[in-house]
């Protein structure tokens, strides 16, 4: 039975791909712990794809089309095995348990709504340790985010070609690693949930401020990394960083419409017009963090960054932010996950809590360590103290030294503009 029939092709298509972004993940998800193959799960599930091309125009779009993608591709499973000319034991005994368990893909029998642990196996499939961070990011994308190779390619400024190479040497370390489709056991969990939070991490950023390119803000990304972690927060609902990394992303989030203009022109934290803050994305933010707070095992790193993300949204204004509790939880933060990166940020808070002379001496502590050697963000940081205590020469100097480093084009215009400032002001 059909709800709707499209038009044409192109309707199908566009049916056809709103449904593999939304229902992907359990697709071929389940098709993996069916078949035992991430590689051939795509491969039939991709099958399925086509069919529904085919057929949809015709028959119109079954009442839950992703049951009928499942059911399809299982099918075409049984027949593919029925087909080899040495059917050993194993592959009949699988032949026969699918068919008698057809039933279980059933239309009327599929939730859409429910997120199973095989959405969890793929995530810990996607991000196991025998992958580098660059392939668990294109592999996650893929077969979790439900993204296509061009997605991939336009999101992160490569060649599909990349992307597609980099997504089959990933299925092929999997395979020849011999990855089980499966949650790791106790002893190896907290270590394969952290690579999998920090590639959900990883995305939201590079939605947050694009690494290169022309855009300042890749809002498909974050979204695209928030909706995993939404997910993943259902699945593992007792894991206190799961909910804090949801926090963090629902609260920075919350601040898109007011980071750019309609032109995609950035506007900094201090100018922005706080109106346009998404109101019901902080209380969820809040809530995703008193959530995590709740399971009480402390904040870690994801629960602490929200918390300072938690700051800036309930300030009215700029002025109004609390740099002392800021300054804190960075200090907090810094014992618990140090990191330069830590220590840079809390230099820029501790100059608005103290003053830009203190935060220059972390700052210049920082710099002459090398550690962040090549990362814009120092030398831009340092500029703006430089100029607040009136070292206008250097600071225009570190200005430019960022404007150069950064690969972004929206934010290599505000340093530049910024550069532009110092030596108007300093009649330099």
Not at 64 to 84: E, H
Not at 255 to 263: K, V
Not at 275 to 304: F, K
């Given at each position: 039975m059909s709800e709707t029939r499209p038009h044409g092709l192109d309707d199908a298509r566009r049916v056809v791909e709103a449904v593999w972004r939304m229902e992907s993940a359990k697709i071929v998800a389940a098709l993996t712990r069916t078949v035992g193959d991430l590689d051939l799960a795509e491969d039939l599930a991709g099958q399925a794809l086509l069919a529904a091309l085919e057929q949809?125009?015709?028959t119109g779009v079954p009442r839950?089309?992703?049951?009928?993608?499942?059911?399809?591709?299982?099918?075409?499973?049984?027949?593919?095995?029925?087909?080899?000319d040495r059917l050993d034991e194993r592959y009949a005994y699988l032949a026969r348990e699918l068919r008698d368990d057809a039933s279980k893909f059933d239309t009327d029998a599929w939730d859409p709504d429910r997120?199973?642990?095989?959405?969890?196996?793929?995530?810990?499939?996607?991000?196991?340790?025998?992958?580098?961070?660059?392939?668990?990011?294109?592999?996650?994308?893929?077969?979790?985010?439900?993204?296509?190779?061009?997605?991939?390619?336009?999101a992160f400024l490569t060649r599909t070609t990349a992307v597609q190479q980099r997504i089959v040497r990933a299925k092929k370390a999997l395979t020849a690693a011999r990855v089980p489709f499966e949650v790791p056991d106790r002893e190896a969990f907290p270590s394969r949930l952290s690579a999998v939070l920090g590639v959900i991490y990883l995305i939201f950023n590079e939605g947050y401020v694009a690494s290169s390119g022309g855009d300042w803000i890749r809002a498909d990304l974050a979204d695209e990394a928030l909706r995993l972690g939404r997910i993943l927060a259902e699945l593992l609902p007792e894991e206190h960083e799961v909910h804090g990394l949801v926090a963090l992303m629902e609260l920075t989030a919350s601040?898109?419409?007011?980071?750019?203009?309609?032109?995609g022109e950035p506007i900094l934290l201090a100018d922005q017009?706080?109106?346009?803050?998404?109101?019901?994305?902080?209380?969820?933010?809040?809530?995703?963090?008193?959530?995590?707070?709740?399971?009480?095992?402390?904040?870690?790193?994801?629960?602490?960054?929200?918390a300072i993300a938690e700051c800036h949204s309930?300030?009215?204004?700029?002025?109004?932010?609390?740099?002392?509790?800021?300054?804190?939880?960075?200090?907090?933060?810094a014992r618990v996950a140090?990191?330069?990166?830590?220590?840079?940020?809390?230099?820029a808070a501790l100059s608005m809590a103290e003053g830009p002379a203190v935060a220059l001496e972390h700052v210049d502590r920082l710099a002459a360590s090398g550690t962040l050697a090549g990362y814009h963000l120092l030398p831009s940081v340092r500029g703006e103290l430089l100029r607040r205590v009136g070292r206008g020469v250097e600071a225009r100097g570190e200005l430019l030294e960022a404007a150069r480093l950064t690969g972004n084009e929206r934010e290599r215009a505000v340093l530049l503009a910024k550069a532009e400032e110092v030596r108007e002001s300093f009649d330099l």
């Open positions: 949809w125009p015709g839950n089309p992703a049951a009928w993608l499942t059911s399809v591709a299982t099918r075409r499973a049984i027949d593919g095995w029925r087909r080899r997120i199973d642990d095989d959405v969890l196996r793929l995530m810990f499939v996607a991000c196991h340790p025998v992958l580098n961070r660059n392939a668990q990011v294109v592999l996650t994308l893929r077969v979790v985010g439900g993204l296509s190779t061009d997605e991939i390619a336009k601040r898109f419409a007011a980071r750019a203009t309609p032109d017009d706080r109106t346009r803050w998404n109101r019901a994305q902080i209380n969820r933010g809040i809530a995703a963090l008193a959530r995590a707070d709740a399971i009480g095992r402390g904040r870690g790193p994801y629960g602490l960054q929200a309930r300030a009215l204004t700029f002025e109004d932010t609390d740099w002392d509790r800021i300054v804190l939880i960075y200090e907090i933060l140090p990191s330069p990166v830590v220590d840079l940020n809390h230099a």
